[in-house]
C-alpha cells in the first residue's frame, strides 16, 4: 500500500510562505498531489459502483429487487424533489455500502478511551440493529478532544455538577429576556480577557454563531470574499446574508489579492459603485485539511486594500500558541488587526456553543441585531461552567500548570503522531503543527474498509468521502489530543500499519 503510493506519486508539494518577512517561523504544508495511477483507479472504482447503481435502481424500478428507499407517491411527482436526482442516488448506491461506519453509538465519555454500542445491519447498512453488548476501551482518534476537557471526573466535572444545582440544567429564555445569567456575563468578560479583546458575546450553539450573525453583519451591497475550503456554517451564513460571495483558492494569497483588486477597481456589478463593506472570511484550522490560515498575509492584504477580516477559530482556539489562544497567538499577532473574532467552545473546551469577540462597538451592534442572540434559548448553566473552569485552566488561573501542560502534551503528541505516520510511508495532508491529522486513502472501497477494520483493533477512526471531499481524496482524519499517551499514538500507528497490510492482502476487499 505504500510502496504503491510512493511508486506512482509527485513529489511532495510544500506549500511555501509567499511573504516570509511576515513570518518569525517556518511556514510549511504538506499537500501531495493524488498520484496519477490512484487518480484513474480511484474514478474506475466511482464508475464501476455508479453502473452497478444503475443496475440495481432497474431492478428496484421493476421490482425485481427491494427497494428500501421512501420514494414520492404518484400524485407528487409534480412537485419540486426534495433531493437532487443524483444527490438521492450517490445516498442509496454509495454512502449505503459503508453507513456503518458513521452515527456510532457512544456510551460514555468520549475522552482518550471510550465505549461503544455494538450494532449489526442485517440488510446491508440499511437498518441497525443493537447486540446488547458494549465494544469497551476504543481508542479515541475521532473526536475534537484537543486538550483533554472531555472528561466527567476532575475540576471541571466537579464545577459544572454545581452550576447544575444553583442554577439547574435549562434557562427557558432568550438572553435579552429572562435567559440572562450572571454566570453568562462572566463568561464573557473571562472570554475577552482571553481573546485580548474589548468585548465578546457567547452563544448556544457553535454552527449558528456563524450562520446567524454573518447576515447581521453583511447585506445587499456587501461582498464576501470566502476560502473555498471553509465550513458549512461560513458558507450558510454568508449565502442568508444576501451579500455578493466570490470564492477564493484555499489559502492562496494571489487568489484573495486578485478578488480584492478587481472588487475595488470594478465596484459592484452593473452600477460600479463601491462595495459598502468587504468581508473576508477564513478559518484558523480548516478541519478537512489540517492546514493553518496564512494569518499574517491576509492580515497584511486586509490592511492594504481596507477590508474587514472575519476568523473562524473553531478548531484553533486552544489547540495552537504558546498560551493555547489562537491562531493569532501561534503567529505572535495582535488581535486587534481582526475584526471580528469567532470561535467555538465544543473542541478544546469539551463544551458546546461558540463565541463572538471584538471591539464594543461591534458586541453592542450584535446585540441588537443578530437572530441568535435574540431568539435563541440561553446557553444552560453548566455548560457556561464547563467552558469558565477550562478556560481559567489553560490561562493558569486556576493556580496550577494543568492548562500549560496539555498544551504542552498536544504540540508533543501532533508532532510525534505525524513524524510516525511519515516515517510509515503514509501521504499525509495539513501543517506540522495542527492537531487534525487527514491520512490519504483515495479509493471508495478503502473508506469502508480501513473504519471497520481499524475498529475491529479497538481504534475509532473518521473516515471521509465524497461529497466532504474531492471524490478522488478520500481520507481517514484523525484528531490528536493532549489525553492521548505515547503508548496509545503508538498502538494507533502500529494498527495502522497492520490494517494496510490487511488491505494490501485482501486486494482492497
Not at 481499524?454 to 461529497?467: A, D, E, Q, S, Y
Amino acid at each position: 500500500f505504500n510502496d504503491f503510493f510512493f511508486s506512482y506519486g509527485f513529489p511532495k508539494n510544500q506549500n511555501v510562505t509567499h511573504n516570509s518577512s511576515l513570518y518569525k517561523k517556518p511556514f510549511l504544508e504538506s499537500f501531495e498531489e493524488t498520484p496519477l495511477l490512484v487518480a484513474v483507479l480511484t474514478y474506475m472504482g466511482y464508475g464501476i459502483l455508479t453502473i452497478f447503481g444503475y443496475l440495481r435502481d432497474f431492478l428496484r424500478h421493476w421490482n425485481i429487487e427491494k427497494c428500501h428507499v421512501a420514494r414520492e407517491r404518484e400524485e407528487q411527482k409534480d412537485f419540486v424533489p426534495l433531493y437532487q436526482d443524483f444527490e438521492n442516488f450517490y445516498t442509496r448506491n454509495l454512502y449505503m455500502r459503508i453507513r456503518d461506519n458513521w452515527n456510532r453509538p457512544i456510551c460514555s465519555v468520549p475522552g482518550a478511551k471510550m465505549d461503544l454500542v455494538e450494532r449489526v445491519s442485517r440488510d446491508y447498512n440499511w437498518t441497525f440493529e443493537h447486540t446488547g453488548k458494549v465494544v469497551k476501551d476504543v481508542i479515541n482518534m475521532g473526536s475534537y478532544n484537543y486538550l483533554g476537557f472531555a472528561e466527567n471526573t476532575g475540576t471541571c466535572a466537579d464545577a459544572a455538577i454545581e452550576a447544575t444545582q444553583a442554577y439547574g440544567v435549562g434557562v427557558g429564555s432568550s438572553r435579552c429576556e429572562m435567559g440572562n445569567l450572571d454566570i453568562h456575563e462572566e463568561m464573557e468578560q473571562l472570554v475577552a480577557r482571553f481573546l485580548g479583546v474589548e468585548s465578546s458575546m457567547t452563544f448556544g450553539m457553535g454552527f449558528a454563531t456563524n450562520s446567524m450573525n454573518i447576515p447581521a453583519l453583511t447585506g445587499k451591497g456587501c461582498l464576501i470574499l470566502s476560502d473555498e475550503l471553509n465550513h458549512a456554517s461560513l458558507v450558510l451564513g454568508a449565502r442568508l446574508s444576501g451579500s455578493t460571495i466570490r470564492v477564493f483558492k484555499h489559502n492562496n494569497m494571489q487568489s484573495l489579492e486578485k478578488l480584492l483588486r478587481d472588487a475595488i477597481v470594478h465596484g459592484q456589478p452593473r452600477t460600479h459603485r463601491p462595495w459598502k463593506k468587504i468581508l473576508i472570511v477564513v478559518e484558523g484550522i480548516y478541519s478537512m485539511e489540517g492546514s493553518i490560515v496564512r494569518l499574517p498575509e491576509v492580515i497584511a492584504l486586509k490592511k492594504r486594500y481596507k477590508a474587514y477580516l472575519y476568523l473562524d477559530e473553531a478548531h484553533s482556539i486552544g489547540a495552537l500558541g504558546p498560551n493555547g489562544r489562537g491562531v493569532v497567538d501561534y503567529f505572535g499577532l495582535d488581535p486587534k488587526d481582526v475584526d471580528i473574532m469567532m470561535g467555538t467552545f465544543t473542541k478544546s473546551f469539551g463544551a458546546a456553543g461558540g463565541y463572538i469577540g471584538g471591539k464594543k462597538e461591534l458586541i453592542d451592534y450584535l446585540r441588537r441585531h443578530s437572530h441568535s442572540a435574540l431568539y435563541a434559548t440561553s446557553m444552560s448553566p453548566p455548560v457556561a461552567q464547563q467552558i469558565i473552569t477550562s478556560m481559567k485552566i489553560i490561562m493558569g488561573e486556576d493556580g496550577t500548570t494543568l492548562g500549560a501542560d496539555r498544551l504542552r502534551q498536544l504540540s508533543e503528541n501532533t508532532t510525534y503522531f505525524r513524524r510516525k505516520l511519515r516515517e510509515m510511508g503514509f501521504i499525509i495532508y495539513g501543517n506540522d503543527d495542527s492537531p487534525v491529522v487527514p491520512m490519504m486513502l483515495y479509493m471508495p472501497a478503502k473508506i469502508g474498509a480501513f473504519g471497520r477494520e481499524m475498529l475491529k483493533r479497538n481504534i475509532g477512526t473518521v473516515v471521509v468521502g465524497f461529497p466532504a471531499t474531492p471524490i478522488i481524496e478520500s481520507r481517514a482524519r484523525f484528531c490528536v489530543s493532549a489525553a492521548h499517551t505515547r503508548e496509545m499514538l503508538d498502538t494507533v500507528t502500529l494498527t495502522i500499519s497492520q490494517t494496510v497490510e490487511s488491505e494490501k492482502r485482501s486486494g482492497g476487499r
